[in-house]
């Protein structure tokens, strides 16, 4: 079964503690993950907030990091110490890749790569067998709200139909109307931000398990 996953996408310490209370009173996520957005103002035209304000949030969701930096080999370190399971980078950053993966994989997290749109998936092959987790993003990095793009559902596929021993996850602009596509077209995750988190989670949450069946 396809797993949902809330992501986070704050530039304020104040929205992500309220972002983090809103999954910690729905019962639907207490016991799950959460996608939170890191953004360096370089990768992307956004800064988000830090590793230091999600470290004095304590819950029980299991953490993954997405990197939209210049340079995650500088993020990893402090990521482990702030209790994260899962590292996502991506492979358009100026960090070597294989040094990603192995810094990763040596604190024992999981490995994530994000790939964004014009990326062929095939530009993973040599890392296929050290990673984790391939994050299929359907919008431009940096900012929610923006529209999803087709071309994902082939990146989708494209990546199914190779057979790596990769879970596919997506992520940006997924929503009930879309959610039933994307899952068809083979992803194992369906990473969502704002559609989860504008009104009452659980009943968006419901909507979208509404969506999928």
């Not at 992501?7 to 019962?27: C, R, V, Y």
């Not at 639907?28 to 230091?52: K, L, M, R, Y």
């Not at 530009?123 to 709200?145: E, H, R, S, T, Y």
Request: aromatic share 8%.
């Amino acid at each position: 079964m396809v797993q949902i996953i809330p992501a986070i996408l704050d530039k304020t310490p104040e929205d992500f503690t309220k972002h983090m209370e809103q999954l910690k009173n729905s019962a639907s996520f207490q016991e799950g993950w959460v996608h939170i957005d890191f953004a360096d103002n370089e990768f992307v035209h956004n800064g988000t907030i830090g590793i230091d304000t999600v470290a004095k949030q304590p819950n029980s969701l299991n953490k993954e990091a997405h990197l939209m930096v210049a340079h995650p080999l500088q993020w990893i370190d402090q990521l482990k110490e702030a209790g994260f399971k899962r590292v996502i980078f991506h492979f358009e950053s100026k960090d070597d890749i294989g040094e990603c993966i192995d810094k990763i994989k040596t604190l024992g997290m999981e490995i994530g790569v994000a790939l964004n749109i014009d990326t062929p998936v095939e530009n993973l092959k040599p890392f296929k067998d050290k990673i984790d987790l391939v994050l299929i993003m359907a919008i431009v990095p940096g900012f929610q709200g923006q529209p999803f793009l087709p071309e994902a559902l082939d990146k989708i596929r494209g990546l199914k139909q190779l057979n790596w021993p990769v879970r596919i996850s997506v992520d940006g602009a997924v929503r009930d109307d879309n959610a039933k596509q994307i899952v068809e077209a083979g992803v194992d995750q369906l990473t969502v931000g704002s559609y989860l988190l504008k009104g009452d989670i659980d009943e968006n949450l419901e909507n979208l398990w509404e969506a999928v069946k």
